[in-house]
């Protein structure tokens, strides 16, 4: 049987294409992205990134049409979704929403499955959206994948915005059942960077609904990664996503964010570490070294 770092391997070996490198060479690359370079450069393994900023030509790309797994990342897309239900009256945020026992995910983390580890009871779908973004409840968010109908409408919903390099394919039950499952869920850091981008400036959901999202994300419980190294009481909206660490490779450490600066604009980032050797406490600095560096160059940038 192969080790999961060989199935890994074997895996990317499949998928020639899942980090392609960029046709420009480093010759080409401005000030701020041969700084992104050298920094990814400690996660001893993949790093793509992209940003955007208002009014500014900033530059972040390292492999920004690259397929990371992302992990928990999906959780923000999958509440747009959601919340969108909510707003062509298919769903309301104070609906109960039945915890079964067949939702159970064993050894998943969860809040929710942690404090009623029997099922059987009613949750308000407000709640399960605040543990799914906020909290990064793996039960809760594959209670509303079933809600929303699977990965397949998400993935429509999400495209439909005209966002482009999300895949979503499997919930949180298969990625914990089969570890080669989170390279079929990617996101192109453009992509993620795109929808950030919808909410931040013409949301397709209500003034009310968008703040709610980005309160969740504010709220957001990983504090070491976009956060790790901005000044204090930056606002950072955001959705980290993490995945198992397998025989020394940690398959993905990633974190999306709007990262608002002194003068109001706000800074779209996404981060994604994939298939690193190197250590979590390095792996975080690496996502938070990045975002201030972006910082830096944006708070000048006009």
Known sequence: MRTFVEASVLLLALQPALFAETP?????????????????NDARGKVSVACSLPKASLNCDLEPHAHPPMQSVFKFPLAIAILHQVEIGKLSLDQPVRFRPEDRIPHAYSPLQDKYPEAGVEVPLRKLLRMTVSLSDN???????????????????????????FHL???????????????????????????????????????????????????????????????????????AGTSDVDNGLAHATNDIGLITLPDGRRLAIAVFVTDSVADDATRQNVIARIARAAYDAGVGAH
């Open 24 to 40: 420009a060479s480093a010759s080409s690359e401005n000030a701020l992205q041969k700084q992104i370079r050298e920094i990814a």
């Open 139 to 165: 039960v809760a968010a594959d209670i509303l994948l079933g809600i929303a109908h699977g990965p397949d409408a998400v993935r429509d919903y999400i495209a439909s915005l005209g966002v482009e390099g």
């Open 169 to 239: 394919q499997d919930g949180e039950r298969t990625l914990h059942q089969d570890v080669s499952a989170q390279y079929r869920n990617w996101f192109e850091p453009a992509g993620a960077v795109q929808v950030l981008r919808r909410i931040s400036d013409d949301s397709p959901l209500t003034p009310e609904h968008t703040k709610l999202l980005l309160s969740w994300m504010e709220g957001s419980i990983q504090t070491s990664r976009l956060k790790g190294d901005l000044p204090s009481g930056t606002r950072v909206a955001h959705k």
